[in-house]
C-alpha cells in the first residue's frame, strides 16, 4: 500500500494530475484511468471469498475506516460461500441487528453443517451483518451509531455501516433470487415467534414470498408495515424484485431450546421450498401440524406505545386473542407507588404478536401490537 500511496504522490507533484493531492478519475486521461481505479477500489469493500468457485468457503468482507489507534484499519464482517453446480442463489442474512441471536446461531451452524453436495446453486450467508453490534450485545453499531436497518440504499464513503449495507445493494442482491433476513426482536420486543413479510404488490414476487414465508412453518405468519423509519434491507431487497423472507424469532438476547430449533428447522426448510437444498420441504400438515395462522398489523393504531415512563407490566400473554379495548398492559411508577397504573389498551381486536420486553419503559416505546387474522387464500 505504501509502494501505491508513494507513487500517487508521485504523480500529483509530477502535475499529471493537474497539480492536485487526490486523485480522481474525472482528471484522468484514458492511460492514467486504470490508476484511479485501483485507488478507487482500494478505498471500496474488499471481499476474500468468489463468488464463482464450487465448494465451501470462508472469508470475510474487510470494510476500511479509521479509529485513533489505527489508520488503516478494516471492519472484517464474516461471509460464506456453498456452490454446487448451477441453480438460484439465495442470500442468508443475520444480526442485522447485533442483539438479535438466534438467527446468527442458524446461519453458523448452517455454514459449518451443511453438507456442500445438498446445495442445489449457491448459499451466500453472512451470519453476523453488524459485527460490532453482535460483540457489543447492542441494536445499533457502537462503532458509528447506525441502525444497519435504516442504512439501505447505502453510501460507498459512508460509514462502516453505509458501506456495507452500500456493498448489498449493488452487489450481493443482485445476484441472489431470495433474500433470507432473520430477525428477534431484540432486547426490546418480545415476539410471538414467527416469519413475517411485508404486503408487497400483487402478482408472482408476492405469491412467492408468501409461500417462502409459509414454509418456515411457524404458528404465525405476519404481515408487518414499517412503523419506525425508512431505509430497510428487505425493503431495497424487495425493490429489486427478490423473494424476501424476514423473522421475528422470539426476542431478549436468549437463544432459547424452543427458539433456536424453530429457526434452525424453519431456515433448512425454507432453504429446501426454494430449491437451493436437496430434499422435500415439510409442511405442517406433514408435521401433524395445525395451519399457519396468518395475521397482519398494517395500521398505526395496532401497534402501542408507553404513553409515560415507567415500569411496564405484561397482562396478556404472547398469542391470546385480545378484544378491542381490553388492557394488555400497564405503566407503574416506582417512585409514586400512591399513583394508580396507566393502563395499555387495545385499540382493536386481534393477536398479541409482540410486546414490551425489558420492564423499564420510556414514554413512546413500542410496548404492544396487537394483528388481525387474515385468510391467506385472499392474499395470492
Ligand atoms: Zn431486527
Known sequence: MAGLWSKIKYLARSGAYGGAWYISPFFCSASQTCLA???ESLALLQSTVD??????QFGHLYIPYSYNLAGWANLMVPIGVIQNGSGPTTLVLA?????????????MRLMRQIDPTQVRGRLILIPALSMPASKAATRLSPLDGKNFNRCFPGNPGGTPSEALAHHLTTVLFPMADHVIDIHTGGRGVDFYPCAHMHLVAPGPQRAGMLAATEAWNSDFCFLYADIAGTGLLPVEAENQGKIVVTTEMGGSENVTAQVHALTQSGLTNVLKHLGVLAGRADTR??????PTRWVQALDWEDYQFAPESGIYENRVPLGSVVASGEVVGAVHFVERPDRPEVPVKAKSSGVLIGCRAPSLVAQGDCVACVAHEVDPRRLA
Not at 400438515?285 to 395445525?290: A, K, R, T
Open 37 to 39: 481505479k485501483t485507488w
Open 51 to 56: 463468488f464463482t468457485a464450487q465448494g465451501r
Open 95 to 107: 444480526g442485522n441487528h447485533g442483539d438479535e441471536y438466534p438467527g446468527q446461531v442458524a446461519v
Open 285 to 290: 400438515e406433514s408435521l401433524g401440524l395445525p
